[in-house]
């Protein structure tokens, strides 16, 4: 044993946590330290040690990088549960090994699309004084390591090119693999996490993604590779193993777009777009333009940029009010009427309106949902366009106004769908094998609107993944059609809610990280289901759903993925509203939705009375989504003061508690003795993240209001977060 392996064993052993967890982590660690394979890592792993930095060490170690949904993603890193040339190449190999035997005889292909992701290590997790081959590492760089890959398995790749400029969106992808009629696919991406992470998501034949049990055998065959064959890049390019794609492959997909349009002669009005550094610029961008639409960019955020160091947070994610920062500021200058952004991969889509005081409204998710079903089916029926068997596709935990809605124009819905547009992917492509689906009988064809909670919208069966480009089509027809008619979206969004009834979603994220946070997340879904509350908030408990139960309407468990993808709680209370919790597959957090429904209307709702209902509901579900909070945490043992749970959900759990319980209490003592709070304060809330006065401000907002603090010291408080 190595000095290294011996200093490593020494401290990881002393650590205070699971003993089997960190005999996972040291028997991982062991090659990592003696291998040739890894020497480059060797420096970035004696600086840990030397540092006594043990609990990284077993958090990269204890586990190897999970598959999530469809693939693996998590920070780019050392060791096997990081993402990493080790991580992604032992993935793809499996991938060619089961297309290899899935399709024997043919000429196996895929096709490889990548982000504008670039790792600089801004967590500042490694020592920068020490050599790291991983800095500088590309999305198109792990895209050429996967080819590479693919090439020693007798697998053809396309691929729009090999350098980072060549980058090409998720909806671009899903519809290269249909048309090209190739095997399957690859996107490397991270979608609209941090900056620091990466990921590998694998497509099928279809364009989508395999559901269980179909999954389980992709992840259950990489799990067992422990080396992936590879060629050089320019080998395989050289030998026409890795081709290019058709050099109209991103007009086409234009063209399918623009197809959608339902409004084409109504494009008054400016739209702010921006693509938050991402792919999106040659997706919605283009579709936009080319559509006629008076499009202005916003500056730092319409070229390529995988630090994405103009977005606000370091979170290049559309579900984000504070994503649209700059573009507020364009907006302003311009005079638009709406606001567009995009993640990185330009697969969600994020929308901002002008309200009637001229502010910016942020508009939700499942609001972004109502918009787009109300304005596509109407155009649709006006012009003839809903055919007998039209059908509309939405997640369990997506607002239950949307199937409302669907309803009223005559469309069948498929509503309790698991998290992910795979589900949907496949629904398409047992139609269009089949026919039929369930109790759906129909063709793609009869597809109107596929979508979830989280900014997804699908509205063409050609792509088999969620798409920014039509969802931003029509959010811009919209907009034109409401400016026409001397209306604004924000009174098409009420008009929805006065003819169908309001109704209150919120979301609520955890984010618990590394061992001990999955651990939580674990601990937490198991006492819930043992012990399910019997109340929430005052209201009583009268139904609770285990979508992981073979009693549960989903059936008996199919494969491990389905076990996985199952674990949904859903809460229903005696009021009709409902608590719906389950753990993220892509990020390291418990998300919590909750919709409380406003009564049925018999006629339009008046101005008023949806006003009522509107305080009303959205009261309601602040406090239901708060009070789920407090419970899902004592499960395990935390008990949070209200102002830390108004910390920002971008905050990791072990920051709130150091909020609460560390920081605040100091900030206090400080403004009491006027003590000078600026370097405090930063030195603080560093471990926070990117902008970590913003992240916390609403907390502190809320703890002053009950401190007690004199005039002066809460006043230099308020100074120092912005707060008014």
């Known amino acids: 044993m190595s000095t290294l392996e011996s200093l490593a064993r020494d401290g990881i052993e002393r650590l205070s946590m699971d003993t089997e967890l960190k005999q996972r982590a040291l028997t991982a660690l062991r090659p990592w330290l003696q291998d040739e394979g890894f020497a480059a ?53 499996g991938h060619a090994e089961i297309l290899r035997e899935t399709y024997p005889g043919e000429e196996v292909s895929v096709v490889i699309a990548f982000d504008v992701r670039v790792f600089r290590d801004v967590r500042g997790v490694y020592d920068a004084s020490r050599p790291n081959p991983l800095l500088g590492l590309s999305s ?9 890959v693919y090439a020693a398995n007798g697998v053809r ?20 693999i249909r048309r090209l009629g190739a095997h399957g696919g690859l996107n490397v991406s991270a979608s609209h996490n941090h900056p620091d992470d990466n990921g590998g998501k694998f497509y099928n034949r279809a364009g989508g993604q395999d559901v269980p049990p179909d999954d389980e ?22 030998d026409g193993w890795v081709m290019r794609l058709p050099a109209d492959q991103n007009d086409h997909y234009l063209a399918i777009n623009r197809r959608l349009a339902l409004a084409p002669g109504v494009r008054g009005g400016v739209v702010v777009y921006t693509p938050l550094n991402g792919t999106g610029s040659r997706t919605v961008g283009r579709l936009l333009r080319a559509e006629g639409f008076d499009v202005r960019d916003v500056p730092g955020q319409s070229q390529y940029d995988g630090g994405f160091p103009t977005v606000k947070f370091l979170a290049p994610n559309p579900e984000v009010p504070a994503c649209f920062e700059q573009a507020e500021r364009v907006a302003d200058a311009t005079g638009a009427d709406i606001i567009l952004a995009t993640d990185p991969d330009a697969d969600r889509i994020g929308l901002e309106v002008r309200g009637p005081d001229g502010g910016w409204r942020f508009i939700l998710g499942n609001e972004i949902l109502f918009l787009i079903a109300r304005f596509v089916l109407d155009r649709r029926r006006e012009l003839g366009r809903i055919p007998p068997d039209a059908f509309v596709l939405k997640t369990e935990v997506t607002s239950t106004l949307v199937g409302t809605i669907a309803r009223s124009y005559g469309c069948q819905v498929v509503g309790r769908l698991l998290v992910g547009f795979k589900y949907m992917a496949d629904i398409l492509a047992t139609l269009e094998r089949q026919g039929r689906w369930g109790d759906l009988s129909a063709g793609p064809e009869s597809f109107v609107l596929g979508v979830e909670e989280s900014h997804g919208v699908l509205l063409t069966p050609a792509i088999r993944d969620k798409d920014a480009g039509g969802a931003a089509l029509a959010l811009a027809e919209l907009a034109s059609v409401c400016r026409a008619e001397g209306r604004s979206v924000l009174d098409e969004l009420d008009s929805i809610y006065r003819r169908f009834g309001y109704v209150s979603n919120r979301l609520v994220n955890t984010v618990m990280s590394g061992s001990a946070g999955l651990q939580r997340i674990a601990a937490i879904q198991a006492s819930l289901r043992s012990q399910p509350p019997r109340e929430v908030a005052g209201r009583s408990v009268a139904s609770f759903e285990d979508l992981a139960s073979p009693d549960s ?8 993925t389905d076990a996985a993808s199952r674990n949904v709680l859903v809460f229903g209370l005696d009021d009709g509203s409902r608590v719906i919790i389950r753990p993220s597959g892509t990020e390291p957090k418990n998300k919590i939705y909750v919709e409380v429904p406003g009564r049925t209307p018999t006629a339009d709702l008046s101005p008023a009375e949806l006003d009522t209902e509107r305080r009303r509901c959205d009261g309601h579900a602040e406090a239901l989504g708060r009070a789920f909070e407090r419970l899902m945490l004592a499960r395990v043992g935390i008990d949070l003061p209200d102002y830390a ?6 905050v990791g759990l072990d920051q709130k508690q150091h909020f609460a319980r560390s920081f605040l209490p100091a900030l206090e003592q400080r403004a ?6 600026a370097a405090f304060v930063d ?42």
């Open 41 to 93: 890592y060797r420096p970035q792993l004696e600086a840990l040690v030397r540092k006594g930095r043990f609990e990284t060490l077993v958090d990269m170690f204890w586990q190897v990088i999970p598959f999530g949904t469809g693939g693996r993603r998590g920070a780019v890193g050392v060791g096997t549960n990081r993402f990493n040339p080790w991580t992604l190449g032992t993935s793809v190999q």
């Open 140 to 148: 198109a760089d792990f895209a050429r390591l996967a080819a590479g």
């Open 157 to 176: 790749v396309h691929m729009v090119g090999p350098e980072p400029s060549d980058c090409m969106s998720t909806p671009e992808l899903s519809l290269a």
């Open 217 to 238: 055998i992709l992840a259950r065959r990489v799990e067992g590779i422990a080396q992936a064959k590879t060629m050089p890049f320019e080998r395989a390019l050289a």
């Open 553 to 560: 309407w989903l059936g008996p468990l199919k494969s491990g």
């Open 645 to 650: 749970l108004a910390v920002s959900g971008l």
């Open 672 to 677: 009491r003795r006027h003590e000078p709070l």
């Open 683 to 724: 030195e603080q809330l560093r471990p926070y993240g990117r902008d970590p006065r913003d992240l916390v401000a609403p907390g502190v907002a809320e703890w002053l209001a009950t401190a007690g603090l004199p005039d002066d010291a809460a006043a230099e408080v308020r100074r120092e977060f912005k707060l008014r």
